[in-house]
């Protein structure tokens, strides 16, 4: 267990629970320190920074008590307790309870009773009687240990919430961490400051410290280069590297042909001139184009963008000489599309390319500093940085561009026409006020020409697809609804202004079951 000492904090052991991370982050909203180790790492050092322990939940079962291993001894040191789910059944098994496998399980919203005060749930209930929680289980404690009592119960669960005072041992069958539990927070938050009696110690500012002192730790005084897109995560990676190691940090950026309009000279002006980072301006708008010529399958662009940006990288890695480490901004939310928590693989939906792919060819050791982090810590993180408000708060952009919205095959008359609507789409909604409302919007050009009218004329041009989406991590999303006045507006701008685009449709579709990109 390698833990940073000195700070106070809140120790999450990790059973390999979906949702650990969630903890980690409300603990971070709340303004706390906290750091997770696998509950396989666990020894009973004694650690007087740690004021708090929360057992998280976990796909395993309580009675194959093999596969938890931990040093059960941690939690006898007089440090309050906090299990949710299947620690909350670990505690209850760990203190003389029962758990077994439930008659009923409970999967989603479920309504608790209180039947107990407890400090725990100060002002968690609603109209201090019941609320609703979000249960996840299909076992449960069954019988509660000694000296522990019920705090509130649902029809399925009578130990939904449970307490050994004197101990300060508190279980939780149901998730607090995640937002569909109303008040969640609040429980969390009566854990840490009542019961563990933690003072507020973290900030961005803390985080912005810590990540820097991570960097300088991990990379020592070699040499890194940093795939940079100008999008917000790696622009905020390429600053903290930035900061961290100046000019031993060389950033890549390799215009494709498939950015937005004027991107790569604002990507030049902001990092090159203005942030005075280590920038290489790679063109490589021809190698791109010839690749990509006459594929349409989604897969295959994907595969043949990521393998290109492969080659430039090491290209670059070679001439720079003595590269040991790639940066990447990829985000927790990354991470959990990709695999599992638990390491199990999940089926495949895209392949995104900064996931997977590059590292495992180039063997360059990869530098993540924002693997742990969700968009709007990245976003606070950059303003910490000093980023400007314009990147931090640019719409996402996939590393593979324009390429996969514009399904079918990619000429430079369709790169052109997109990159207008796209620019024409994006500048109406900044002008409207509605850029900030948007979590992702953009033009698509779709591979069927349909017939239309123009003054006398008939027109056989493209469909422009819009697209404008709300979400709060991108792993799931809904459309925006718009006023018929915007949306009037900008199909007439697009179509009036665009030759080769004569009809716009608007894509009203959520995710699931589409995704946002449409490649
Ligand atoms: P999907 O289309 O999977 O997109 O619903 C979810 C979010 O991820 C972005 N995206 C990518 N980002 N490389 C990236 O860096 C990729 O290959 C990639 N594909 C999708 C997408 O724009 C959306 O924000």
Redesign the pocket.
């Known amino acids: 267990m390698s833990l940073d000492k000195g700070l106070n904090k809140i120790l999450i052991i990790d059973f390999g629970s979906q949702f650990t991370q969630l903890i980690a982050r409300r603990i971070r909203e709340l303004g706390v320190y906290s750091e997770i180790v696998s509950h396989k790492k666990i020894k009973n050092n004694i650690d007087y920074s740690i004021k708090g322990i929360i057992l998280s939940g976990g796909p395993l079962n309580v009675y194959e008590i093999k596969r938890y291993s931990f040093d059960k001894k941690i939690i006898k040191n007089g440090i309050p307790v906090l299990g949710i789910c299947f620690g909350h059944q670990i505690l209850s098994k760990l203190n003389g309870g029962k758990v077994k496998q439930s008659k009923h399980r409970e999967f989603g919203l479920v309504n608790i009773n209180k039947k107990k005060e407890s400090l725990l749930t100060k002002n968690f209930f609603k109209n201090n009687r019941t609320i609703k929680v979000w249960m996840s289980h299909a076992d449960q404690v069954s019988k509660l240990p000694e000296n522990f009592n019920t705090v509130a119960s649902s029809l399925n669960s009578k130990f939904a919430i449970v307490e050994n005072k004197s101990k300060k041992f508190y279980g939780v069958q149901f998730h607090p961490e995640v937002t569909h539990t109303e008040n969640g927070k609040k429980l969390i938050s009566n854990f840490i400051f009542l019961i563990c009696r933690v003072k507020r110690n973290w900030s961005s500012k803390d985080q912005k410290k810590k990540l820097l002192k991570d960097i300088k730790k991990q990379v020592g005084k070699d040499k890194v280069i940093c795939a940079l897109s100008g999008g917000v995560d790696s622009s905020v990676v390429a600053q903290l590297l930035n900061k961290a190691i100046g000019k031993k940090l060389y950033c890549i950026f390799v215009n494709t042909g498939l950015l937005r309009k004027n991107e790569e000279k604002q990507v030049v002006k902001t990092f090159k001139k203005k942030l005075k980072i280590n920038l290489i301006y790679v063109n490589a708008e021809k190698e791109f184009t010839k690749k990509l010529s006459n594929v349409s399958d989604p897969e295959k662009k ?1 595969k043949i963008i990521g393998n290109l940006f492969i080659k430039i990288f090491e290209r670059y890695a070679k001439k720079i000489k003595d590269v040991k480490f790639l940066a990447q901004g990829t985000l927790y939310p990354d991470l959990i599309e990709s695999k599992s928590v638990t390491g199990s693989q999940t089926s495949k ?2 392949s ?3 996931v997977g792919g590059l590292p495992k060819r180039m063997k360059l050791k990869l530098v993540e500093p924002l693997k742990f982090l969700f968009k709007d810590e990245v976003r606070k993180l950059g303003l910490e940085l000093n980023l400007s408000k314009e990147i931090i708060s640019r719409h ?5 561009g324009l390429a ?1 919205r514009m399904p079918g095959i990619i000429t430079k008359e369709k790169i052109d026409i997109l990159k207008e609507a796209d620019h024409y789409f994006i500048q109406a909604l900044k002008d409207h006020g509605l850029y900030h409302k948007i979590w ?1 919007a953009y033009a698509a050009l779709l591979p069927v020409k349909t017939v239309g009218v123009m003054g006398d004329n008939r027109t056989y041009e493209y469909l422009c697809l819009l697209r404008a989406i709300t979400s709060e991590d ?1 792993m799931t999303a809904d459309f925006y609804e718009f006023k018929k006045s915007f949306i009037q507006e900008i199909s007439n701008k697009i179509v009036n202004s665009i030759r080769g685009i004569n009809r716009v449709v608007y894509d009203i579709t959520s ?1 699931p079951p589409s ?3 449409l490649e």
Not at 396 to 400: A, K, R, T
């Open positions: 994907r939906i895209k995104h390319h900064n996402p952009f996939p590393g593979p996969i992702q991108g995710k995704t946002i990109e």
